[in-house]
Nanobody, 126 residues
Framework: VQLQAFGGGLVQAGGSLRLSCAASGRTFSCVAMGWFRQAPGKEREFVAAISWSGGIKYYANSVKGRFTISRDNAKNTVYLQMNSLKPEDTAVYYC????????????????????WGQGTQVTVSS
């Protein structure tokens, strides 16, 4: 599975962005997906995860109620809708995929993922 994330950019506080992560490879529907972010000088942190079926979602407390993860298996794409953005959301955002045979698994730990995208920069100005 190859992943390519895009959709980042510069936005003012309170604004919105939608990130997309396009996957290639015939097994996209057999993976759980997640988004992580890494700010300068900080470790990579979990943002959101979604199960293979799309029915189970999990969010970091810092983004709960503001971000929404979704997926379209027909388009091999996972999305992260980010609303009410704050300057502390500034980071490089990465999508990740984990092979799984279970439809309801979500993965929140970075080292459990098998594949990573290249990252897309999100900058929120105050």
């Amino acid at each position: 599975v190859q992943l390519q994330a895009f959709g980042g950019g510069l936005v003012q506080a309170g604004g919105s962005l939608r990130l997309s992560c396009a996957a290639s490879g015939r097994t996209f529907s057999c993976v759980a997906m997640g988004w992580f972010r890494q700010a300068p000088g900080k470790e990579r942190e979990f943002v959101a995860a979604i199960s293979w079926s799309g029915g189970i979602k999990y969010y970091a407390n810092s983004v709960k109620g503001r971000f929404t993860i979704s997926r379209d298996n027909a388009k091999n794409t996972v999305y992260l809708q980010m609303n009410s953005l704050k300057p502390e959301d500034t980071a490089v955002y990465y999508c990740a995929a984990k092979k799984t045979n279970y439809t309801r698994v979500v993965v929140t730990v970075a080292y459990d993922y098998d594949y990573w995208g290249q990252g897309t920069q999100v900058t929120v100005s105050s």
